[in-house]
């Protein structure tokens, strides 16, 4: 390219400046998911055709089970907390480059170290147990997650492998956990820690059927946009993420942000864990493996990484997620349903990542050129 | 010069008749005419940028020269693309393998077949190639898989390939960069004796001036897209082809310098570390660069230069030997970076000191967005990037449509201005710069050396890694030659002697 003069010739003129342009580049983030989003559905649409169901009345029945009504609202809000803290998980360590999408290990860890904990302090004040519980599960998710940071970085592991199959190692160690030394004996047909005491449980927040796991992910949400966004941590990581060399050159500290940023993502997973236990089950067993990990990475690729972008995203997966019981007593469909569409979207979302730059009405840059 | 169509034996005589290739306004290759007569060994040498590649590049078909013919046998031919050279009889190899590591050298063999059938009748096979290693000069083992072979011997099965697939004129391209030094006399060996017994003719590009005379029988010199000489190696001495390589030029009208150098900044001693292919070490013994100074480093790319810089910027771990800046000890973390005012310049800028993707106003805060006045801070602050870029791209002429731009969306020129705003704002101690020039124009090209220079004169110890012979002649106050990982020759640039130091370059002490 040869140096073209673009410069309007007076001090702090752009070709690019003005709203128009500011306009075009924040929309390439907002649309491109968009657009890959309706292809998802679209392609959904057409399966569901083939199998002689009807598209029209799917998403008819998941916007009525998933936001139709209070009662659907509450029912989705409960199941965006783990989605919110899973994709943080996701969202975190790809800032620096990092795709890890094992943080359904740091949940089962989280959960299966929360309630191992819960029938030992169960003399302490909710008040007091609580937080402890939080904090015990986010430390778990931080050590598992943060060993695939150091383990990329130190020994050049690749995370997306490590992470993985540390998540089934992480899966048998909570079943090793709770068939064995952490069991109930109570627990007769579901191996289950011991129940928690009634003090130490988390209930809901006022006037919804919604335990406080919400609002406490969407806290995260934002305070993870302000760590990245705002603080100095933040740009070098994007630094880093955005070019590992440059980063080394300018003399960051590229192992401390890859373990820090991929350890704070995996005490996100580990708490959602702590506060499925202590919200939900009341104990912890399998029912933590129920995928909320895998489902995080879709709402990560979706929002961009932005953890801003993930409240609404994770809301609009719950909801999907709300719905596919009466999706699958109305309409005869399976339970792998909505596994079926989470891939599709996940399909487009990948094949959408191609086209940043290359679509003109978003690169105000070349707006003027031939 | 008439060049006989063809020996008995089969090797092809190719010749080149005012060979030019244009670039946009940028002539790359200006009637280069260079032959090569059937069942000799010709020597292609020159400079980075001399315009060698491209002159083999024409003949291969990868590019279509804008004048000149190419003569292959004696006829003229037209050469489209590298399929219509190969059905000719010409043939490549490249500096760096093109084997499939996991398969046999047989497999290797039979896949580089363009006829090969949909089903392999690998007995055939088999015995087809070894009744043809029987017919060679030389061999290697057919059923191991490739990445088990030394280095030397996949060059002997690259040539082998050639020579397999009928090839009766082969260009070589640095065939011995990667070899060690009795590697490189095996493989040379094998194929001037190929060339004795007229089976191929073979043009080589080369640097190395031990190479030209030990196997070569002619040689012809580019310079600046130019043929500067040409003739028997019998006739010539090394000094005459370094002379002709280097041509008679004298060092291009310095910049200013003023003031006189000072105390030292930057003190290497008997640092060592593994280069890039983690075979060899690049060593350096003894190194100074003194306030107001510029150390220039000249040397064929590929010698240990990138290895050096990234031992300078902490990419690449030192297994001994000390780095001392400003008296102290120096292990390139941000901390101590900010506190010496050292500052890097690495080669490809976007590719080495940007983030493609993150607007300008960002990379331009690289250095300093960590910074409140002398202190540090946590919070960033989002304007003072903005005004801090808005200055500088004034200040430095950085041509973009926008502050928010992608770095990426800027040309070469404007990345270089852009990262040379960031690194020589406030006060610079030492500059550490690699080949900051290469692919800019003209124009980018004299004030960035400008820039250079100021830093020098207002007091910088500046150490310069460049390609480029005349840059350095032209910047440094002493200049240093590296040569197969170590400084093989310093002198002081005002008594500096290009025979000298292309004698060095071409790694002959």
């Known amino acids: 390219m040869a140096d073209q003069p673009l410069t309007g010739g007076g001090t702090g003129v752009f070709a690019a400046d003005g709203w128009q342009a500011a306009l075009a580049r924040r929309s390439e983030a907002v649309l491109i998911p968009l657009g890959a989003l309706l292809a998802g559905f679209l392609v959904f649409s057409l399966f569901l055709l083939i199998l002689g169901k009807s598209p029209a009345e799917f998403f008819a029945l998941v916007y009525k089970a998933g936001f139709g009504t209070w009662f659907s609202w509450q029912n989705t809000l409960s199941r965006t907390a783990p989605l919110l803290f899973a994709a943080l998980c996701v969202a975190l360590p790809a800032r620096l480059g990092l795709v890890v999408i094992g943080g359904e290990g740091a949940i089962v860890l989280g959960g299966v170290m929360a309630g191992g904990l819960a029938g030992a302090i169960t003399g302490l004040p909710g008040p007091l147990a609580i937080p402890l519980l939080a904090l015990t599960g986010g430390l778990a998710g931080a050590a598992w997650i943060g060993a695939v940071g150091a383990l990329r970085h130190y020994r050049g592991v690749n995370e997306t492998i490590a992470s993985l199959l540390m998540a089934y190692i992480a899966i048998a160690l909570m079943n090793h956990l709770v068939e064995g030394p952490l069991r109930d004996p109570a627990s007769l047909n579901k191996p289950s820690t011991a129940p928690l005491a009634d003090h130490l449980r988390i209930g809901d927040m006022p006037g919804m059927d919604v335990h406080w796991g919400l609002a406490v992910g969407i806290v995260c949400c934002l305070l ?61 067993n399998g029912s933590l493996a129920t995928g909320y990990g895998y489902t995080g990475i879709l709402i990560a690729f979706l929002a961009r990484h932005n953890p801003l972008a993930l409240i609404p995203v994770a809301i609009l997966l719950a909801g999907f997620e709300a719905s596919s019981g009466l999706v699958q007593r109305r309409m005869g469909l399976p339970d792998a349903t909505t596994l079926v569409l989470q891939g599709f979207v996940f399909i487009a979302i990948l094949l959408s990542d191609t086209l940043y730059g290359r679509l003109r009405i978003f690169a105000p840059e070349r707006w003027g050129r031939g | 010069m008439t060049v006989k169509s063809t020996n008995p034996q089969g ?40 315009g060698k590649s491209t002159l083999v590049k024409c003949m291969m078909g990868f590019y279509h020269a804008s004048e000149g013919q190419l003569m292959v046998g004696g006829h003229e031919v037209e050469v489209p693309d590298p399929r219509a050279a190969h059905a000719l009889g010409l043939g490549m190899v490249y500096q760096h393998f093109t084997l499939v590591p996991s398969l046999t050298a047989a497999e290797n063999l039979v896949i580089s077949r363009g006829d090969t059938p949909q089903v392999i009748d690998w007995r055939a096979e088999s015995e087809n190639l070894r009744a043809f290693m029987a017919k060679m000069p030389f061999s290697v083992p057919l059923d191991q898989p490739v990445r088990a072979l030394a280095a030397g011997e996949k060059q002997k099965l690259e040539i082998l390939k050639q020579l397999y697939l009928g090839r009766k004129f082969l260009i070589l391209d640095e065939p011995t960069s990667v070899l060690t030094l009795e590697e490189a006399d095996e493989v040379l060996g094998h194929v001037r004796s190929l060339c004795e ?40 001495s090394h000094a005459d082809m370094a002379a002709m390589m280097m041509g008679d030029q004298a060092p291009a009208a310095p910049a200013d310098r003023a003031g006189q150098s000072g105390a030292p900044v930057l003190s290497v001693s008997g640092a060592r570390a593994l280069d890039r292919s983690g075979l060899k070490d690049v060593t350096i013994d003894a190194l100074n660069v003194r ?82 006045g002398s202190g ?36 070469g020129g404007n990345v270089q201005r852009a990262v040379l705003a960031r690194e020589l704002t406030g006060e610079v101690d030492l500059l550490i710069i690699s080949n900051p020039c290469f692919g800019l124009d003209f124009s ?25 012979l005349d840059e350095i002649l032209e910047l440094a106050d002493r200049v240093l030659v590296m040569s197969e990982g170590r400084i093989a020759y310093e002198c002081r640039a005002d008594e500096a002697d290009v025979a000298t130091i292309g004698h060095h370059m071409g790694g002959h002490a």
């Open chain 2, 11 to 50: 090797a092809l005589g190719v010749e080149t008749v005012g060979m030019t290739m244009r670039f946009g306004g940028f002539t790359a290759l200006d009637h280069v005419s260079v032959g090569v007569a059937p069942g000799s060994f010709h020597a292609l040498l020159g400079e980075n940028g001399a």
């Open chain 2, 444 to 468: 980018a090209v004299a004030e960035i050396r400008a820039r250079i220079m100021d830093a020098r004169n207002k007091g910088a110890a500046v150490l310069l890694m460049s390609e480029d």
């Open chain 2, 291 to 372: 306030e107001r100074e510029i150390v220039g480093i000249a040397g064929i790319s590929g010698n240990g230069q990138m290895e050096f810089m990234e031992i300078l910027t902490g990419q690449r771990p030192v297994k001994a030997g000390s780095i001392v800046v400003n008296g102290t000890s120096y292990h390139a973390t941000r901390e101590e970076a900010r506190i010496n005012c050292v500052r890097y310049l690495p080669e490809e800028p976007l590719h080495n000191a940007c983030a493609p993707k993150m607007s300008v106003t960002e990379n331009i805060a690289f250095r300093s967005f960590d910074m409140n």
């Open chain 1, 224 to 284: 993870s946009w302000v760590l990245i966004e705002r603080t100095t941590w933040g740009f070098a990581a994007r630094v880093a993420g955005g070019n590992v060399r440059a980063a080394q050159v300018q003399g960051l500290p590229v192992g401390r942000l890859i373990v820090g940023f991929t350890a704070l993502g995996g005490a996100f997973a580990g708490l959602a864990g702590a506060f499925e236990v202590a919200a939900v089950h009341g104990s912890a």
């Open chain 2, 376 to 411: 540090t801070r946590f919070w960033l602050s989002n304007s003072e990037m903005r005004c801090r870029a808005a200055e500088l791209v004034e200040a430095f002429k950085v041509k973009t449509a926008s502050l928010d731009s992608q770095m990426a969306s800027l040309s």
């Open chain 2, 197 to 236: 017994a007229g089976q191929i003719s073979v043009l080589m590009i080369t640097h190395k001036f031990r190479e030209v005379t030990a196997y070569a029988d002619e040689v012809s010199v580019l310079r600046r897209g130019k043929l500067v000489g040409a003739g028997k190696v019998a006739d010539l």
